[in-house]
Nanobody, 128 residues
Framework: QVQLVESGGGSVQAGGSLRLSCAAS????????MAWFRQVPGKEREWVAR????????????DYASSVKGRFTLSQDNAKKTLYLDMNSLEPDDTALYFC?????????????????WGEGIQVTVTS
Protein backbone atom coordinates (compact mmCIF):
# COMPACT_ATOMS: atom_id res chain seq x y z
CA GLN A 1 0.00 0.00 0.00
CA VAL A 2 1.34 3.42 -0.95
CA GLN A 3 0.08 6.70 0.40
CA LEU A 4 1.01 10.13 -0.87
CA VAL A 5 0.12 13.21 1.13
CA GLU A 6 0.59 16.68 -0.35
CA SER A 7 1.03 19.83 1.70
CA GLY A 8 2.14 23.43 1.30
CA GLY A 9 -0.44 24.79 -1.10
CA GLY A 10 -2.27 28.06 -0.66
CA SER A 11 -2.83 31.45 -2.18
CA VAL A 12 -0.05 33.80 -3.26
CA GLN A 13 0.30 36.91 -5.37
CA ALA A 14 1.89 36.76 -8.79
CA GLY A 15 5.66 36.76 -8.52
CA GLY A 16 5.56 34.99 -5.19
CA SER A 17 6.75 31.55 -4.15
CA LEU A 18 5.38 28.39 -2.60
CA ARG A 19 6.86 25.04 -1.65
CA LEU A 20 4.80 21.90 -2.10
CA SER A 21 5.69 18.72 -0.25
CA CYS A 22 4.67 15.15 -0.96
CA ALA A 23 5.25 12.67 1.84
CA ALA A 24 5.31 9.05 0.72
CA SER A 25 4.75 5.95 2.77
CA UNK A 26 4.86 2.31 1.76
CA UNK A 27 7.25 0.09 -0.13
CA UNK A 28 10.54 1.74 -1.05
CA UNK A 29 10.61 0.73 -4.73
CA UNK A 30 7.62 2.94 -5.30
CA UNK A 31 9.63 5.92 -4.14
CA UNK A 32 12.15 5.90 -6.97
CA UNK A 33 9.99 7.55 -9.59
CA MET A 34 7.78 10.46 -8.62
CA ALA A 35 6.16 13.39 -10.32
CA TRP A 36 3.93 16.41 -9.95
CA PHE A 37 0.91 17.06 -12.13
CA ARG A 38 -1.65 19.84 -12.05
CA GLN A 39 -5.19 20.25 -13.20
CA VAL A 40 -7.68 23.07 -13.64
CA PRO A 41 -11.40 22.47 -13.95
CA GLY A 42 -12.44 21.42 -17.42
CA LYS A 43 -8.91 20.59 -18.55
CA GLU A 44 -6.80 17.45 -18.62
CA ARG A 45 -4.28 16.74 -15.91
CA GLU A 46 -0.98 18.28 -16.97
CA TRP A 47 2.48 16.97 -16.16
CA VAL A 48 4.70 19.49 -14.33
CA ALA A 49 7.91 17.72 -13.32
CA ARG A 50 9.28 14.28 -12.60
CA UNK A 51 12.21 12.70 -10.80
CA UNK A 52 13.59 9.25 -11.45
CA UNK A 53 16.15 8.00 -8.94
CA UNK A 54 18.62 5.25 -9.81
CA UNK A 55 18.53 2.55 -7.17
CA UNK A 56 22.25 1.76 -7.54
CA UNK A 57 23.61 5.17 -6.57
CA UNK A 58 20.55 7.29 -5.86
CA UNK A 59 21.46 9.68 -8.68
CA UNK A 60 18.41 11.50 -9.94
CA UNK A 61 17.12 12.42 -13.38
CA UNK A 62 14.82 15.41 -13.34
CA ASP A 63 12.64 16.82 -16.11
CA TYR A 64 10.35 19.83 -16.20
CA ALA A 65 7.52 20.94 -18.42
CA SER A 66 8.54 23.89 -20.56
CA SER A 67 5.91 26.06 -18.88
CA VAL A 68 7.64 25.80 -15.50
CA LYS A 69 11.29 25.24 -16.40
CA GLY A 70 13.51 27.81 -14.77
CA ARG A 71 10.85 28.71 -12.20
CA PHE A 72 10.10 25.39 -10.47
CA THR A 73 12.66 23.13 -8.79
CA LEU A 74 12.18 19.51 -7.81
CA SER A 75 14.09 17.91 -4.95
CA GLN A 76 13.70 15.05 -2.51
CA ASP A 77 14.74 13.92 0.92
CA ASN A 78 15.33 10.20 0.65
CA ALA A 79 15.45 9.68 4.39
CA LYS A 80 12.05 11.29 4.82
CA LYS A 81 10.67 9.93 1.54
CA THR A 82 9.45 13.40 0.77
CA LEU A 83 9.37 15.10 -2.61
CA TYR A 84 9.46 18.88 -2.80
CA LEU A 85 8.41 21.29 -5.52
CA ASP A 86 9.74 24.80 -5.04
CA MET A 87 7.70 27.18 -7.15
CA ASN A 88 9.08 30.66 -7.80
CA SER A 89 7.94 33.58 -9.96
CA LEU A 90 4.43 32.20 -9.81
CA GLU A 91 1.95 33.33 -12.45
CA PRO A 92 -1.86 33.28 -12.45
CA ASP A 93 -1.68 30.48 -15.05
CA ASP A 94 -0.02 28.31 -12.39
CA THR A 95 -3.31 28.24 -10.49
CA ALA A 96 -4.42 24.62 -10.31
CA LEU A 97 -4.93 21.59 -8.14
CA TYR A 98 -1.50 20.01 -7.82
CA PHE A 99 -1.12 16.23 -7.52
CA CYS A 100 1.81 14.12 -6.46
CA UNK A 101 2.27 10.82 -8.31
CA UNK A 102 4.51 7.82 -7.69
CA UNK A 103 5.73 4.71 -9.47
CA UNK A 104 6.05 5.27 -13.19
CA UNK A 105 4.73 2.10 -14.86
CA UNK A 106 6.24 2.71 -18.31
CA UNK A 107 5.31 4.66 -21.41
CA UNK A 108 5.13 8.42 -21.59
CA UNK A 109 5.89 9.78 -18.11
CA UNK A 110 3.97 12.93 -19.03
CA UNK A 111 0.76 10.92 -19.23
CA UNK A 112 -1.25 10.52 -16.01
CA UNK A 113 -2.08 6.92 -16.89
CA UNK A 114 1.63 6.05 -16.65
CA UNK A 115 1.64 6.56 -12.88
CA UNK A 116 0.34 4.04 -10.37
CA UNK A 117 -0.24 6.05 -7.21
CA TRP A 118 -1.70 9.48 -6.57
CA GLY A 119 -2.22 11.90 -3.75
CA GLU A 120 -5.51 13.68 -3.28
CA GLY A 121 -4.22 16.99 -4.57
CA ILE A 122 -3.61 20.40 -3.07
CA GLN A 123 -4.81 23.76 -4.32
CA VAL A 124 -2.44 26.49 -5.47
CA THR A 125 -3.98 29.85 -6.30
CA VAL A 126 -1.97 32.71 -7.79
CA THR A 127 -3.66 36.11 -7.85
CA SER A 128 -2.72 38.98 -10.14
Amino acid sequence: QVQLVESGGGSVQAGGSLRLSCAASGEMHNWYSMAWFRQVPGKEREWVARMNTAIADLSATIDYASSVKGRFTLSQDNAKKTLYLDMNSLEPDDTALYFCAARWTGGDWRAPESWAYWGEGIQVTVTS
